[in-house]
T-cell receptor, first 114, second 113 residues
Framework: DSGVTQTPKHLITATGQRVTLRCSPR?????VYWYQQSLDQGLQFLIQ???????AKGNILERFSAQQFPDLHSELNLSSLELGDSALYFC?????????????FGSGTRLTVV | TQLLEQSPQFLSIQEGENLTVYCNSS?????LQWYRQEPGEGPVLLVT?????EVKKLKRLTFQFGDARKDSSLHITAAQPGDTGLYLC?????????????FGKGTHLIIQP
């Protein structure tokens, strides 16, 4: 158990739908990062939150949004889902804002859009 | 173009053999990390290197950061089936600390008994 909790573990939904992925960071970590992993693209950085504020944005689509709550858990919202959004979505956390000394990853949410 | 290029993409060897995998870039990194990922799980941090030329050892694994901080290598001695997995390198680019870690696509390593 890494200390980073992601729910749900698996999600199957139809095109056009909206889903919410949830992440609780490791105790004491202030930063939360969201990544998308697909076979052809590898791990792609989506967005980072640090202590409730958006810190950095990567290749996140406009249909996707995220937030970090006062208790530091984070949610990633994916809307108007397309077949190509099927992927593994990982949340990671770190103590500081740069993650220079490593991230702790959760076990991921496998999203299948049908 | 991938910022971090890992090679080889796939490697299958027999138990007991030695191997080296590489992580290369044209960019300078303030730190570079190696992770191992097993199917159905998230990546797990193995090591972080921050100084050019730095060498770190973790049991049978030896990690090296290039002098110019643009590349790294992972050498495994006497590989075992438990070493099987996807090995990912990731870095924080110098002056770009707020961009999140950039990952390579990884090396899929299979150690056959």
């Amino acid at each position: 158990d890494s200390g980073v909790t992601q729910t749900p573990k698996h999600l199957i939904t139809a095109t056009g739908q909206r889903v919410t992925l949830r992440c609780s960071p490791r105790s004491g970590d202030l930063s939360v990062y969201w990544y998308q992993q697909s076979l052809d693209q590898g791990l792609q950085f989506l967005i980072q939150y640090y202590n409730g504020e958006e810190r950095a944005k990567g290749n996140i689509l406009e249909r996707f949004s995220a937030q970090q709550f006062p208790d530091l858990h984070s949610e990633l919202n994916l809307s108007s889902l397309e077949l190509g959004d099927s992927a593994l979505y990982f949340c990671a956390s770190s103590v500081g804002g740069q993650g220079s000394y490593g991230y702790t990853f959760g076990s991921g949410t496998r999203l299948t859009v049908v | 173009t991938q910022l971090l290029e890992q090679s080889p993409q796939f490697l299958s060897i027999q138990e007991g053999e030695n191997l080296t995998v590489y992580c290369n870039s044209s960019s300078v990194f303030s730190s570079l990390q190696w992770y191992r990922q097993e199917p159905g799980e998230g990546p797990v941090l193995l090591v972080t290197v921050v100084t050019g030329g730095e060498v770190k050892k973790l049991k049978r694994l030896t990690f090296q950061f290039g002098d110019a901080r643009k590349d790294s290598s992972l050498h495994i001695t006497a590989a075992q089936p438990g070493d099987t997995g996807l090995y990912l390198c990731a870095g924080v680019r110098s002056g770009r600390g707020a961009d999140g870690l950039t990952f390579g696509k990884g090396t899929h390593l299979i150690i056959q008994p």
